[in-house]
Nanobody, 122 residues
Framework: QVQLVESGGGLVQAGDSLRLSCAAS????????MGWFRQAPVKEREFVAA????????YYADSVKGRFTISRDNAKNTVYLQMNSLKPEDTATYYC???????????????WGQGTQVIVSS
């Protein structure tokens, strides 16, 4: 069973950048598609970005396209989410996810991390 641990969240100002990391453990971790979801207070969990196991394809929500970049280093079993030009509406708990295939729905992923909080002040 793959386990995911996120890190890198924090409090930043609008316009700043932040990089989230997700360390995956487990023998088959590198064979999974990986992604990020986020959930703001009193809002539903929403898709942010995803990447195939080989990193040959990436997917983004329209709200973050052009500002966020997902990448992975399979040698380190780690996935990253580089977030630039952050906005107050990006404030949320960010969850790392793993699944057999990349998708945009929560049910596409069977493994979830505990989340890391990102707060963007205006």
């Amino acid at each position: 069973q793959v386990q995911l641990v996120e890190s890198g969240g924090g409090l930043v100002q609008a316009g700043d950048s932040l990089r989230l990391s997700c360390a995956a453990s487990g023998r088959t971790a590198n064979s999974y598609a990986m992604g990020w979801f986020r959930q703001a207070p009193v809002k539903e969990r929403e898709f942010v970005a995803a990447i195939t196991w080989s990193a040959d394809s990436t997917y983004y929500a329209d709200s973050v396209k052009g500002r966020f970049t997902i990448s992975r280093d399979n040698a380190k079993n780690t996935v990253y989410l580089q977030m630039n030009s952050l906005k107050p509406e990006d404030t949320a708990t960010y969850y790392c996810v793993a699944g057999k295939e990349p998708g945009t729905g929560p049910l596409d992923y069977g493994v979830w991390g505990q989340g890391t909080q990102v707060i963007v002040s205006s």
